[in-house]
């Protein structure tokens, strides 16, 4: 090995101010000469007309070095003789390129007279482990080395703590949950509460007696609803499943219920929740427990029905859902809120369609105009909840709620232009995708919504 240091070199330089002074002597020695001696000396202005803005600056210097004083309106010498310093210290640099003394250097750069130049150079010379050939310094510990003596001689390369390393490839936000974060701050701008919505598993007490669902709706069916085996069903129902019980067989709150028997074992059995308005049925459970407040919540998490998977199906989705509890609460409240929402997420062409739901009514589907496909596409569902679900809860008479929801899926395949909703959930998705896709914004226009507003501008 070698060793190398570095050497500084600097050199000094006559400026062209400098340079003057050096041939025709410094300013302070040019304005003591032209001061004839004795008591008369010279007028001030007669040394500014003979030699301009270079008097002030020599009498300046003249002064500093007591060779001259003021008399009145007119200059005079106190000595008779002179050493013209400067001019032998840029003699000096002019000759050497520097100076002994520091002090000099440092009055003749704040006068501007002089200059540096710093020059680099290497000192290279033989080190301690000196050797004219390369030798390769060992990075790992190997097997090998381990097995024969080749350890106990290798010289290994030290670590170099200090090095920056690799930069670690950073997470990438799933499309869906960009979107799912979009609309999550739109609900808090709204001023919604989010719902816990962590238990996936739920009895079908509160995923559907509770919502007023008959035993024997199709939903129920194994063709539509996951069923768990372990644990098959809950212990106990929550306590006022008697009330439950008692409108779905012979009605109340102004309903006759459905007239059929209601099995205490059907409503124990455990599922994969098939819509997030499992939890919220406890939501409204809890808030009626409280005395009275309106509420607004929302939730949007995973929901499991049991559907072939194709090109636009999973077994397995999102649902976005929200719920505004109050006493005035109307469906054309509901509606009003919902031409509000939709225009956060930059839809404004709506309609709504009356539909039946076994725990709203009125029931409302909501369709907005799609342009590049040229109709009128379901978006989501709403309506106001019936009593025969609110008043079983122990919601006060007079207290109304209103809910709606729509699918994640949908407006995130619209976004990023995805064709097959495998390719956004599931074993078909590429990490290329996730790695690669851009920030949601829902007010903005993306992917398939872009050739939407072309196809709008050509048509009108």
């Not at 008399?71 to 000096?92: M, N």
């Not at 098959?232 to 019980?245: M, N, Q, R, Y």
Request: glycine residues 8%; proline residues 4%; negative net charge.
């Amino acid at each position: 090995m070698v060793t190398c240091k570095i050497l500084t070199t600097e050199v000094w330089s006559v400026e062209p101010e400098g340079q003057d002074q050096l041939e025709n002597g410094s300013y302070e020695a040019r304005i003591f000469n032209a001061i004839p001696a004795g008591e008369q000396g010279i007028g001030i202005d007669e040394l500014k007309a003979k030699f301009g803005a270079v008097a002030n600056l020599g009498q300046g210097k003249g002064f500093k070095n007591k060779w001259i004083k003021k008399s009145g309106d007119r200059i005079v010498r106190i000595v008779d003789t002179i050493a013209d310093q400067t001019k032998l210290d840029l003699e000096s640099i002019q000759a050497t390129g520097t100076h002994e003394n520091k002090e000099a250097i440092k009055d003749l750069k704040r006068r501007n007279l002089i200059t540096s130049t710093k020059s680099f150079s290497y000192a290279v010379a033989k080190g301690a482990n000196f050797s004219p050939e390369l030798k390769k310094l060992e990075k790992d510990l190997t097997d090998d080395m381990l097995k024969g003596d080749a350890w106990k001689t290798a010289e290994f390369k030290p670590f170099n703590f200090e090095a920056l390393g690799l930069n670690p490839r950073g997470g990438h936000l799933h499309p869906l949950m960009k979107v799912r974060e979009e609309y999550r701050q739109i609900f808090f701008e709204m001023g919604f509460e989010e719902m816990p919505t962590n238990d996936y598993a739920e009895s079908a007490f509160w995923n559907f007696d509770a919502l007023f669902v008959p035993q024997l709706h199709a939903a129920r069916d194994l063709q539509d609803t996951f069923f768990l085996q372990d644990p098959a069903e809950i212990k106990e129902l929550p306590e006022f499943w008697k009330t439950v019980k008692d409108v779905h067989e012979n009605g109340g709150y102004g309903s006759l219920g459905y007239r059929t028997p209601w099995l205490e074992a059907e409503a124990k059995k455990m599922v994969l929740r098939t819509h997030t308005t499992a939890v919220t049925s406890q939501v409204l459970y809890k808030l009626a427990q409280e005395p009275y407040r309106a509420a607004k919540y929302f939730s949007i998490d995973r929901v499991y029905r049991n559907e072939s998977v194709d090109a636009t199906h999973l077994a397995e989705f999102h649902q976005l859902e929200g719920i505004i509890a109050d006493k005035d609460m109307s469906l054309g409240r509901l509606i009003a809120f919902l031409d509000t929402f939709f225009k956060k997420l930059g839809i404004t062409k709506l309609r709504f369609k009356p539909t039946y739901n076994p725990y709203t009514e009125p029931s409302m589907e909501i369709f907005s105009w799609h342009g590049g496909l040229n109709k009128w596409v379901e978006i989501g569902n709403s309506g106001m909840f019936r009593p025969e679900m609110l008043r079983p809860l122990g919601l006060e008479e007079g207290v109304q709620v209103a809910g709606f929801g729509l699918s994640l899926e949908r407006p995130t395949m619209i976004k990023y232009d995805v064709e097959d909703i495998r390719e956004l959930l599931g074993h078909k998705v590429k990490m290329e995708m996730i790695e690669n896709n851009p920030a949601c914004r829902l007010d903005k226009k993306m992917g398939k919504e872009v050739l939407t507003v072309a196809a709008d501008k050509i048509a009108n």
